[in-house]
């Protein structure tokens, strides 16, 4: 309906916030417009142990994509493939949220000083205490700060990070040849990004392969925390990703295309996520218990992702990148 402006879907969701009572939170959502909004979406610090991330299995796969390796976590491989043997890189990670990404990368030992920079305070005071409980506050500092002061004010960096943040970004084709302004002439900007359908508006051939994935899992996998089942992956309606963060996803489709033709590409790894990100998610809590049987059911799906890449893509990439001279 109007290119998925809204659909069906909306009105079942609807439905069940009205049933819970839960009608208050959306239509405070609709109270709070543009850039607060998005603060407001990401005001929230307790991980989520529902989608696909939370799932030891797929961090495994992730490296083995990324790395070669799926002992080897993409921080550790780049750090001794391309910042070695320097140990005294000043770094800043964009859209760093609870700070968990960055404890990894200053663990590498390549950071003599690495920054976290993002919009929702309370992401940042979490990542703050976190990163001094964990004995790296000297590396590791967090601030509140928009990225296009950063730029005027002539900050630049050895090492830029983009970590599943660059997808919140718009305006891609002024954004990124200004974000290549805080990065040192000889600098790398490093990248794990969502690179998949913008504002989540899957393809036909994506749902096709996900949903027959999820036909395939027992009933008692496919139980969301809510304890309904889920039965079918959907694509969500437009007016629905605005209202929830009109940030997520607002320009994915161009981001790819845009880091090749504004940075110069050293290595580039795909890892997929364009079956099993949409299939698992609400329902990634469970597969978390590492039984054999959970490890099992598992390895087939990353089979059923990995038979339907050749069609559908890889929705996600890490890469490592230069400035174009």
Known sequence: MLNNLVNRHDADRLLRKVRKLELNPVLAKLRVRGGARVVQHWSQVDPSLTEWWAIPSVIKRWNLLMTGDAEVPFPQYVAAKHFAPRTDLRGLSLGCGTGGNELLWAKTGAFSLL???????????????????????????????????????????????????????????????????????????????????????????????????????????????????????????????????????????????GLRREFEVVEERPYGGTVLHIAFSGIAHNFRDGAPETLELLERCFAAEDAALPEVGHDFVAMVCRRRP
């Open 115 to 257: 920054e976290g920079v993002d919009v929702a305070p309370e992401r940042i005071g979490f990542a703050t205490r976190t990163a001094a409980e964990e004995g790296l506050a000297d590396v590791l500092r967090f601030r509140v700060t928009d990225v296009n002061q950063m730029t005027a004010d002539g900050e630049r960096f050895d090492v830029l990070l983009g970590l599943q943040s660059l997808h919140h970004f718009d305006n891609l084709d002024e954004t990124l040849p200004r974000l290549a302004q805080l990065i040192e002439p000889d600098g790398l900007f490093v990248i794990d990004e969502f690179v998949g359908p913008t504002r989540f508006q899957w393809t036909d051939a994506q749902l096709d392969a996900a949903n027959a994935l999820l036909a395939r899992l027992p009933e008692e996998r496919r139980r969301l925390a809510d304890g309904r089942i889920k039965r079918r992956v959907v694509r969500p309606s437009r007016m629905s990703m605005v209202l929830d963060d009109p940030s997520e996803a607002v320009d994915a489709a161009a981001l790819l295309p």
